[in-house]
């Protein structure tokens, strides 16, 4: 149904998302595109709420272009999960909470590790060595 997959190899890390769009037991659309690619080493997968994930995930995306654009350099996956949860987090404080779980992936650009960040609707972070969200069958 609607699922996110993550795990992490010796220099990989991987994420899966179902293209369900559901509803309920309802599948309202069968090829919804659940991952965004924020930059050249960092991608985030995201479910929940269909007009809260695409919004949040429209705004991180184009919030960490911006700052590859007037920094000239990429965020590692680290500093892209912190400003994330932190978004999250100013939001929940808000009257407009997004209902949105993501798993954000990528492999630090220095260092060449792989990362997999779990992050959920009430800004919880944890990097984990595997993750999911979601149900499947």
Do not use: C
């Not at 996110?4 to 991987?14: A, E, I, M, R, S």
């Not at 007009?51 to 184009?62: H, L, N, R, S």
């Not at 590790?113 to 992050?119: D, F, H, K, Q, V």
């Amino acid at each position: 149904m609607e699922v996110l997959l993550g795990l992490t190899g010796k220099d990989f890390t991987l994420i899966a998302a179902s293209k369900a769009a559901m509803r309920g037991a309802t599948i309202l659309k069968a090829s919804d595109d659940k991952t965004r690619s924020l930059n050249n080493h960092t991608i985030m997968a995201f479910s929940g709420e269909a007009g809260d994930t695409v919004q949040f995930a429209e705004y991180i995306q184009a919030n960490i272009q911006l700052y590859s654009m007037r920094n000239d350099s990429d965020l590692a996956p680290a500093a892209v999960s912190s400003f994330v949860r932190g978004e999250l987090a100013k939001a929940l404080r808000s009257r407009k909470p997004y209902t949105v779980n993501l798993l954000l992936g990528g492999v630090d650009p220095i260092s060449g590790e792989p990362s997999l960040y779990w992050i959920d609707y009430l800004a919880a972070l944890g990097k984990v060595p595997y993750a999911a969200h979601g149900y499947a069958q």
